[in-house]
């Protein structure tokens, strides 16, 4: 199993980037996917999961301006970041809803204010 996620980087606070992670090994579109994230000094966190064919769930701290997708055909999950705050600096990792994979590298992502 192997959850490589992509498209981090050093953005300005009010940016925008689109994170990706692609998935091998796992049946992908029977899972529900999500993105979390870790900021220094901090817990793992939730940001956004979305199963096949059902709407995203966010937290509060990103609804509005984050969006999950997914492309079960490239067993991929995006997560596109709008309007991004200081506070959404962290690694940002993918895995399933219950966290049932090893986890990946992650991919971080800095917002300078």
């Known amino acids: 199993v192997q959850l490589q996620a992509s498209g981090g980087g050093l953005v300005q606070a009010g940016g925008s980037l689109r994170l990706s992670c692609a998935a091998s090994?796992?049946?992908?579109?029977?899972?529900?996917m999500a993105w979390y994230r870790q900021a220094p000094g901090k817990q793992r966190e939730l940001v956004a999961s979305?199963?096949?064919?059902?709407?995203?769930n966010y937290a509060d701290s990103v609804k509005e301006r984050f969006t999950i997708s997914r492309d079960n055909a490239k067993k991929t999950v995006y997560l596109q970041m709008n309007s991004l705050k200081p506070e959404d600096t962290a690694v940002y990792y993918c895995?399933?809803?219950?966290?049932?994979?090893?986890w990946g590298q992650g991919t971080l992502v800095t917002v300078s204010s």
């Open positions: 090994g796992i049946i992908f579109s029977f899972n529900t």
């Open positions: 979305l199963s096949s064919g059902g709407s995203g």
């Open positions: 895995n399933s809803i219950s966290m049932r994979y090893s």
